[in-house]
Structure formats: structure tokens, C-alpha cells
């Protein structure tokens, strides 16, 4: 099941707390000493960081997969620390990133630390308007670049409700050949059941990397009977051709930028595992380097602003994702239900 901790940092009390949740996430992914004391420093840093400097905000720590090919016996898993603010912001993000870099000014502090232990550490930051930084720890080889398949790489977060452990959402991602699938699911309401719901949507995608959106939302209609049903999103990335397919059943949101505009994605009415339509649509756009694609649950408000600039579209998508929900956010929007975003992009040298 999609296990998340999402801990508030607004005091010293809870940088314990974003530890013991980063070396819980630690065991469950699997990791050895090294990587635990790894994956529990970075929490650390980022946590201490937010209190600093940043007058408090958010860190999420969650398992997620690194790209697998649709023959691996299962996917790696990854844990992956996202530090999300609104506060001042970095001036010099390159100088930050050096170690023992501090100002009292800005987030800063520690930064250098974990992208030296992290396989992957990225930050984003605009001054005035807060600061993302996302690491990701595995029990593989640093360098093994867990985000990057060839051309494509995938990233995303993922918030429970009520801060629960447990999302009843979940994405994932799957290549076969020159194809790249990412698939986001909604499980019904939240909660333990909408969990399994999503669980068994990344299990079966394992199953049909090959197939298109459509057919492959067939095939997750029938694993997903028995559950409380899902709602749930299919893109496939086709290198070869230059092609995006997308299919979807239920609420998940997609957008596709283009250029320099967003175009919406839509998906059929229907919940999968309880009631497909007999038909689906299946979009066929072409995919170059200058494309973005966005898919988020319905935790995310309808009419959210799409992330601009290069800079941060040209980031991880992760950090994409996170600045995408941050923005999203607001004190006086109550959320009522799981919340998860997935970005697939090219990788930087792809976009030209």
C-alpha cells in the first residue's frame, strides 16, 4: 500500500518526529545501516531547515518506485523526502548547495550534506514565494540515476488525508521497449480499502506495460474487481514514434503543456473494478521535447495554476509535483481526501 508520513515542521519538537518517520520509511523500503543513517540525516537537514529558515512547513516521506522494465520480478523502491515551504526562499540556490553554506536569511543549511549522500537531491526555490527539496535514498549504487529512463523520467508525491500512513492514492510507472507508462489511481473514498483499491491498480500495470491505455485499462477493470474501485488515469509515452496515448476512467486530472499552453486531458465517467463504460476514448497526441505532463487525484483543486518557467519544468519532476501541490494549497481550502500529483517529462537534455 502507498505508505506516506507526512509530518508538519513548525518547531524543533517535530525534527525528531521527521526522523523516526524517515528510518521507518528506511525499513520498510529494505535499507542497510548505511543507507538508514542516510535517509534518517537528510530528514534531519530538511526538517532543522524548515525551522530555521523557513518559518516552518511540510515534509513528506514516502516509498516510491524506480522506473522498472515490464520483465523485472518487481520494482526497486525508493525513500523519497520532500521538504515543501512557503517561506522566503533561496537568493543563491548553487551557493546553498555547498557545504557548511548558512544565511539567516534563507533556507540553507544542511542542504550541501544531503545532496552529497543522496542518490538524488534536487532543489527548487523562488524568493518570496518558498522552497522544495526533494531527496531520494536506495539501497542501490549512488549514481544508478533511479529517475531517469532514457529519454523519460517520472516523479510525483503523495499526501494522505488526515495524515494518515496510508494513501488510497497511487502512481507508478512501467517501461517495455521504447514505450513509458505512467498510470495515477484514485481508490474510492480513503482509508485501508481505497489503499488496497489503488495497490492493486500498480500491481496489475506490472501486467500490461505493453498494452495501450485502453486495453490497459481493461485489464485493470478486472483486477481491480473485489475492491471498492478506483478511478484511474493511463499515459504512455511511445519514444519511437513520438506519440502520447491517455486514456482515463473517473477523476483523475490530466494536462498535457504544449509550448507554451496547457491542454486538458479528459477521462470518461465510470469507476474501474465496479462500473467501466463499454467504450473508451484513447487521446493520441504527439510527444516532443518541449512536453509536460501532468496527472493529480481530486484532492488537488479543478482549477489549479499550472507550474511555468523552464527553470522549475526543467527540474525533477518530483519538485515539479511538489511545487505544483504547494501552490495548489491554500489555509482556507479544507482537504477532505488523499491528494497525489505525478509529473512525466523529458529529461533536461531532451528538451533542447
Known amino acids: 500500500m502507498p505508505l506516506v508520513w507526512d509530518v508538519p515542521v513548525h518547531d524543533s519538537t517535530r525534527v525528531r ?11 520498510e523500503a529494505g535499507l542497510d545501516a548505511d543507507r538508514t543513517a542516510a535517509v534518517s540525516l537528510v530528514a534531519t537537514e530538511l526538517a532543522t531547515n524548515l525551522v530555521k529558515h523557513a518559518r516552518g512547513g511540510q515534509l513528506l516521506v514516502e516509498l516510491v518506485h524506480a522506473p522498472f522494465p515490464a ?44 545532496r552529497r549522500v543522496a542518490d538524488d537531491f534536487t532543489v527548487h526555490s523562488a524568493p ?23 529519454e523519460l523520467r517520472a516523479g510525483g508525491v503523495n499526501v494522505p488525508f488526515g495524515r494518515a500512513e496510508t494513501s488510497g492514492d ?36 506490472h501486467g500490461c506495460a505493453q498494452l495501450t ?55 470518461r465517467p465510470g469507476i474501474v473494478g465496479v462500473h467501466r463504460p463499454g467504450t473508451l476514448r484513447e487521446d493520441r497526441l504527439q510527444w516532443t521535447a518541449d512536453r509536460t505532463l501532468v496527472l493529480h487525484s481530486d484532492g488537488l483543486p479543478s482549477r489549479w495554476t499550472p507550474p511555468a518557467g523552464t527553470e522549475l519544468l526543467s527540474a525533477d519532476p518530483a519538485v ?3 511545487v505544483t501541490l504547494r501552490d495548489a494549497g491554500s489555509g482556507a481550502r479544507p482537504v477532505r481526501d488523499d491528494t497525489a500529483v505525478a509529473v512525466l517529462a523529458p529529461t533536461p537534455r531532451d528538451r533542447g
Open 17 to 27: 518526529d521527521a526522523r523516526v518517520a524517515a528510518e521507518h520509511a528506511a525499513a
Open 71 to 114: 520483465d523485472a520480478r518487481e520494482p526497486v523502491r525508493l525513500v523519497q523526502i520532500a521538504a515543501i515551504d512557503h517561506g522566503p526562499g533561496i537568493g543563491d540556490v548553487p551557493a546553498a548547495l555547498s557545504d557548511g553554506f548558512s544565511t539567516a536569511r534563507s533556507l540553507g543549511a544542511g542542504l550541501g550534506t544531503c
Open 128 to 150: 518570496g514565494r518558498g522552497t522544495v527539496a526533494v531527496a531520494r535514498i536506495g539501497a542501490a549504487t549512488r549514481g544508478a540515476g533511479p529517475t531517469v529512463t532514457h
Open 170 to 205: 497511487a502512481w507508478t510507472w512501467v517501461r517495455a521497449g521504447d514505450r513509458t507508462t505512467l498510470m495515477m489511481a484514485d481508490g474510492l473514498g480513503h482509508g485501508p480499502q481505497a489503499a488496497r483499491a489503488s495497490t492493486a491498480a500498480v500491481e496489475a500495470l
Open 213 to 267: 491505455p485502453a486495453e490497459c485499462l481493461r485489464h485493470l477493470d478486472t483486477a481491480l474487481r473485489g475492491t471498492r474501485g478506483a478511478a484511474v488515469a493511463v499515459a504512455q509515452v511511445d519514444s519511437g514514434a513520438g506519440l502520447l496515448r491517455f486514456a482515463g476512467i473517473g477523476n483523475i486530472g490530466a494536462r498535457l503543456r504544449e509550448g507554451d499552453a496547457w491542454r486538458h486531458l479528459l477521462s
Open 320 to 322: 515539479v509535483a511538489a
